[in-house]
């Protein structure tokens, strides 16, 4: 025995290849990690840009039924649309909602155009005061009219963390097909358009689209090529003190 106990005993040499292999697979994990976050931010960058496009553009007409199946996130969400038609008033779907003008509801609103499609047309918010019809005649329009607003997707997995009953008539998304099915329509298109402003003292108040998208993906991608700058910091420390040491001893 000695008095400072036994001396650790070095690794051997298969255990220090498999650790090496390890860091060797975390570190390009780590930079993949970064080149993705990087990617994705060209991407985010370009679909902001397009959207603003959008929004910013002369409305043009919705796509038709012959349209409906090439549908897509990427090419037609936030399009800025015209459409006209007629508003089936006793037909409306109110969505709960929270918004600058506090919690309340969206009157989604079907429109049937002239061809005989419907279009679910989201006509802006009202408060819980405001959800009878009777309370908001001024908006109640009985005859042609002609919406303008940006194109969105349907939202059929519902929000606010609860699905939609339709048989309880409480609706938490804007699911095209589901309020298509309660209001028993048919030829709905699978998307829907959101309003412009109609006013500043009107019911319901359209206008109130936020069209943001979060774009925190230079930070992600700077954190994980900073993870692995000290990962590889970390594994050249004891390689270059072994070079040291060898040194010393010769």
């Given at each position: 025995?000695?008095?400072?106990?036994?001396?650790a005993?070095?690794?051997?040499?298969?255990?220090l290849a498999?650790?090496?292999?390890?860091?060797?697979?975390?570190?390009?994990?780590?930079l993949?990690?970064?080149?993705?976050?990087v990617e994705?931010?060209a991407w985010?960058l370009d679909?902001i840009?397009?959207?603003?496009?959008?929004v910013?553009?002369?409305?043009?007409?919705?796509p038709?039924?012959?349209?409906?199946p090439?549908?897509?996130a990427?090419?037609?969400?936030?399009?800025?649309?015209s459409?006209?038609g007629?508003?089936?008033?006793d037909?409306?779907?109110q969505?709960?909602?929270?918004?600058d003008?506090?919690?309340?509801y969206?009157?989604?609103?079907?429109l049937?155009?002239?061809d005989?499609?419907?279009?679910?047309?989201?006509?802006g918010?009202?408060p819980t005061?405001?959800r009878?019809?009777a309370?908001?005649?001024?908006?109640?329009?009985?005859g042609?009219?002609?919406?303008?607003?940006?194109?969105?997707?349907?939202?059929p997995?519902?929000g606010?963390?609860?699905?939609n009953?339709?048989a309880?008539?409480r609706?938490?998304?804007?699911?095209?097909?589901?309020?298509?099915k309660?209001?028993d329509?048919?030829?709905?298109?699978?998307?829907?358009?959101?309003?412009?402003?109609?006013?500043?003292d009107?019911?319901p108040r359209g206008?109130l689209?936020?069209?943001?998208?979060?774009?925190?993906h230079?930070?992600y991608?700077?954190t994980?090529f900073a993870?692995?700058?000290?990962?590889?910091?970390?594994l050249?420390r004891?390689?270059l003190?072994?070079?040291?040491k060898?040194a010393?001893a010769?």
């Amino acid at each position: 025995m000695t008095g400072g106990g036994e001396a650790a005993r070095p690794r051997s040499p298969t255990t220090l290849a498999v650790l090496g292999t390890l860091a060797a697979a975390l570190f390009l994990g780590l930079l993949a990690l970064g080149t993705w976050q990087v990617e994705r931010r060209a991407w985010k960058l370009d679909l902001i840009e397009r959207v603003d496009q959008r929004v910013a553009a002369a409305p043009v007409a919705p796509p038709g039924p012959a349209d409906w199946p090439g549908i897509s996130a990427a090419a037609d969400e936030y399009r800025h649309v015209s459409v006209a038609g007629t508003f089936l008033n006793d037909h409306e779907t109110q969505v709960f909602a929270s918004t600058d003008l506090g919690t309340g509801y969206w009157v989604v609103t079907p429109l049937r155009t002239a061809d005989g499609t419907v279009i679910l047309v989201n006509r802006g918010f009202v408060p819980t005061d405001r959800r009878d019809p009777a309370t908001r005649p001024a908006g109640q329009a009985a005859g042609p009219v002609t919406v303008i607003g940006l194109l969105r997707l349907t939202e059929p997995k519902g929000g606010f963390l609860r699905s939609n009953d339709p048989a309880a008539e409480r609706w938490y998304s804007r699911d095209v097909a589901a309020i298509a099915k309660a209001r028993d329509l048919t030829d709905v298109a699978p998307y829907f358009v959101d309003a412009e402003a109609s006013g500043a003292d009107s019911w319901p108040r359209g206008g109130l689209t936020v069209v943001t998208f979060r774009n925190s993906h230079l930070v992600y991608a700077l954190t994980w090529f900073a993870l692995a700058a000290m990962l590889a910091i970390g594994l050249a420390r004891p390689v270059l003190a072994g070079h040291q040491k060898r040194a010393a001893a010769r």
